[in-house]
Nanobody, 126 residues
Framework: QLQFVESGGGLVQPGGSLRLSCAASGFTFDYSAVGWFRQAPGKEREGVSCISSSGRNTNYAEPVKGRFTISRDNAKKTVYLQMNSLKPEDTAIYYC???????????????????WGQGTQVTVSS
């Protein structure tokens, strides 16, 4: 059964850092592009970043470029999101997702496998 388990969120002050993790199972992780999405209160879910199956190609949404870094460990079937210089507008629930293909479509996976996980809450506030 396809499953995503996100972790690493929390409360952090503006300018701080967090590292999110997403452990995946139930599909061939190293054949899939994977990415991060977020949903802020009262807003639609939006793409944040995507990494190709090999890890060689990464893309980021404009608001997070230069501050966030996506990476993956295919042996651990885990994707990470290092978030630095956090801002209050980064406050959201963060979710990961995988593509049935090995490529990204811009900064989101091309297509999406399965259902959303429970996400991890990130709150940036002083």
């Amino acid at each position: 059964q396809l499953q995503f388990v996100e972790s690493g969120g929390g409360l952090v002050q503006p300018g701080g850092s967090l590292r999110l993790s997403c452990a995946a199972s139930g599909f061939t992780f190293d054949y899939s592009a994977v990415g991060w999405f977020r949903q802020a209160p009262g807003k639609e879910r939006e793409g944040v970043s995507c990494i190709s199956s090999s890890g060689r190609n990464t893309n980021y949404a404009e608001p997070v470029k230069g501050r966030f870094t996506i990476s993956r460990d295919n042996a651990k079937k885990t994707v990470y999101l290092q978030m630095n210089s956090l801002k209050p507008e980064d406050t959201a629930i963060y979710y990961c997702a995988a593509s049935p293909t090995n490529v990204c479509s811009g900064y989101v996976p091309a297509g999406r496998l399965g259902y959303w996980g429970q996400g991890t809450q990130v709150t940036v506030s002083s």
